[in-house]
C-alpha cells in the first residue's frame, strides 16, 4: 500500500516536471498559487488606498481582491478559467457607496408619477392628466419629485388640479418629501376643512380666507397619508429591483438605506420593508447591491435584538446598520430650523421635529447597547442641537468609536465644523442638494447665510468624515455628478460658484463615495477601496483620464462588479 501511494506520487511528480517545462509562465499550476476567478489588467486603477494610491492591475478570488498592483504580481494567478479583463488604459474606481437614500421608496417613485425637472405649471397639470387617463377611477394618483423653485417659486394648489382630477384623490410629494399636494378629493377624505388646525410639527396650508390650499407640511401630511392603500408586497419587491438596477447602472454598489420617506410614517415601514422586501430578497438570492439599513430611532430595542439573534452582518448583502432620527424638515419646505427667520417669512424658524428630550433619551439607549445613531439636521439650529445632544451622550456613555452620524448637515453656524470634528461625528451630505438649494437660498436665508451652506471643505479641514450620498429620489443617484458638484458647485443658471472657497479635489470626493462613505456605517473592513482582502466592487468608467470629467467633460459608467461579478450592463 505504502509503496504503490509513493511510486504514484513520484509518478504524478514527474507529470508535473514535464508540464511545467512545457509552461514556463506555470499559469496553470492551480496548486502553487490559486487561480484567480477575474483578473482585470491595463486598467488606471484608482484604489482609494494610501499605501497603493494607483494600480494598473488586480486579481479577485471569490469575491474578494487577492492581489493588486502591476500586472507583473498578478499574472502567476491567471490560471485555468479564469477570466482576464483588459480594459485598455481606462479608469477604475471602487463601487460607490451612496450614504443616504430611501432605496424602496426610490423605486416606487419610479413606477409614479415622476414630477423632478418639471418647470412649468402647465407641464405639471399635463403630467396629473396622464395619470388620470391611466387610472381607474377613485383610485389613488401618487407621485412626486416637484419643485416649485423651477417654475419661478409659486406654490401648486389644489386648484390647478381640481378639475381633471374630480374622482381620484391625489397626493403628490414635493422633491424634498416635506410638503405634499393633496387635491380636493383628497382632503375631503383626509377630512381637512376651514377648520383644521396645524398638528404639532406640521402646518396646513390656507388661502388668506381660510381655505386649505392643498398643500401639507410635514406632520400635516399625516391626515391623509394613512388613507392612502398600502403598497403590496410584490410592488415593494419590484421597487427593490428597480432600484438596484438603477443603483448600478450609476456605479453605486452599496447603499445606506436610511428608509422610507416621510417623516412620522417611517416606523411600521422599515421594519415591513425589511422583512417583506430584504430578507425576503436576501434568502431568494434576489440582492444584486450590498445595503446597510437604518431603522427608526424608537425602535432601537427591535433593532438591538435582531442583531443579538442574527448578527450584524446578516449576509454579505445586508447590513444591519443602527437607528435614525429627524430633528427638523428642509430648507426647501422652509421647516429646517434655523437661529433667524427665514427672509422672506420673518416669522419662521422652522420647524423642531420631536422632543428633544425623548430624542436624547432614545440616543443615550441606542449608544448604550452599542448602535449607530444618525439624525437628520438641515438648519444650523438644528445641526447645533444634536452636536450639543451627541456631546451630551458621549459624556455620559464615555468615549468609544461610535461614529455618530449627521445627516445632511447642511447650513452651519460659524464654528459648528470645528465641532463636528471635535466630536468625531460623520457628516453626511449630498453634494447635488446645492444645485436645486441655489434656485432660492439668497431669498430664503439671504446672501450672509447662504455662505454658510454646504461647507465641505471646511468639514474637511476639521478632520470630520465626510460622506458623500444622492437622499435619492430627492436627487437622482448619480456619483459621477455629486462628485463633479462637490468639485465646482456651479448651480445651473448662475454665472458664479456658490462659495467656491468649499469646492473639494477631486481626491477628497471620491474617497467621500466610497472610503469615507465605507468608515461612516463601519464597513470600511470590507468596502471603500480596492485592497487585498477586501470585496471586489468596482466600477469601470468610459474614461482614461480625469482631465476630460475635470474641464467640464463628461464620463459615464461603462461597467459595474460586485464581488468580481459584472452586475451592470
Ligand atoms: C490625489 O491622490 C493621489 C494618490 O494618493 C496623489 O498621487 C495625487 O497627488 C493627489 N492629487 C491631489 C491633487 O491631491
Ligand atoms: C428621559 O429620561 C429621564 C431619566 O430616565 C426621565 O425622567 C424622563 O421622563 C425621560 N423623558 C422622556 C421624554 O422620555
Partial sequence: MKSSLLLLSAFAALLLAIFASLNPNRQWLSW??????????????????????????????????????????????????????????????????DSHVHLIFGGLQMMRVELHGINSKDEFVKRIKEAVRNAKQGSWILGGGWNNDLWGGELPLASWIDDITPYNPVFLSRMDGHMSLANSVALKLGGITKSS?????????????????????????????????????????????????HALMRGVTTVVDVGRYFPGTSVKD????????????????????????????????????????????????????GVKAFADGSLGSRSALFYEPYVDEPHNYGLQVGDYESLHNLTLASDRV???????????????????MYESVISKNGVRDRRFRIEHAQHLAPGTPARFGKLGIVASVQPEHLLADAESVNKKLGI??????????????????????????????????????????????????????????????????????????????????????????????????????????????????????????
Wanted: some cysteine.
Fill in 32 to 97: 502553487r498559487s490559486p487561480a484567480a476567478d477575474l483578473v482585470v489588467k491595463n486598467a488606471k486603477i484608482y484604489t482609494v488606498d494610501e499605501s497603493l494610491p494607483f494600480a494598473d492591475s488586480m486579481a479577485v478570488r471569490n469575491g474578494r481582491i487577492l492581489r493588486i498592483g502591476s500586472y507583473s504580481s498578478v499574472q502567476d494567478m491567471v490560471g485555468y478559467g479564469t477570466k482576464v479583463l483588459d480594459l485598455k488604459g481606462k479608469i477604475v474606481v471602487p463601487g460607490f457607496i
Fill in 448 to 569: 450672509d447665510r447662504a455662505q454658510r451652506s454646504y461647507l465641505f471643505k471646511s468639514l474637511l479641514g476639521s478632520n470630520v468624515e465626510l460622506a458623500f450620498g444622492s437622499d435619492w429620489p430627492v436627487v437622482d443617484i448619480n456619483p459621477l455628478g455629486g462628485i463633479k458638484t462637490a468639485m465646482k458647485r456651479m448651480p445651473p443658471a448662475w454665472d458664479i460658484a456658490w462659495v467656491p472657497s468649499e469646492s473639494v479635489s477631486l481626491n477628497d470626493s471620491l474617497k467621500a463615495y466610497t472610503l469615507s462613505a465605507a468608515r461612516a456605517c463601519f464597513l470600511d473592513s470590507d468596502l471603500g477601496s480596492l485592497s487585498p482582502g477586501k470585496l471586489a466592487d468596482f466600477v469601470v468608467l468610459s474614461i482614461y483620464s480625469w482631465d476630460d470629467f475635470v474641464a467640464e467633460g463628461s464620463a459615464f459608467i461603462d461597467a459595474t462588479y460586485v464581488g468580481g461579478v459584472q452586475a451592470y450592463p
Fill in 370 to 388: 452599542g448602535l449607530q445613531v444618525a439624525i437628520h439636521a438641515i438648519g444650523d439650529r438644528a445641526n447645533d442641537l444634536i452636536l450639543d
Fill in 270 to 321: 422599515s421594519w415591513e420593508d425589511f422583512s417583506d422586501v430584504y430578507q425576503w430578497a436576501d434568502f431568494s438570492g434576489k440582492m444584486t447591491i450590498r445595503v446597510c439599513l437604518f431603522f427608526p430611532l424608537e425602535t432601537w430595542s427591535r433593532l438591538r435584538d435582531l442583531i443579538n439573534n442574527v448578527g450584524q452582518s446578516m449576509s454579505q448583502w445586508i447590513y444591519l446598520g
Fill in 197 to 245: 388646525v396645524d398638528p404639532n410639527g406640521g402646518t396646513i396650508m390656507k388661502t388668506t380666507s381660510g381655505e386649505p390650499t392643498g398643500l401639507l407640511i410635514d406632520s400635516a401630511m399625516e391626515h391623509i397619508l394613512p388613507l392612502i392603500p398600502e403598497v403590496s408586497v410584490e410592488e415593494r419587491r419590484e421597487a427593490l429591483h428597480k432600484a438596484s438596477n
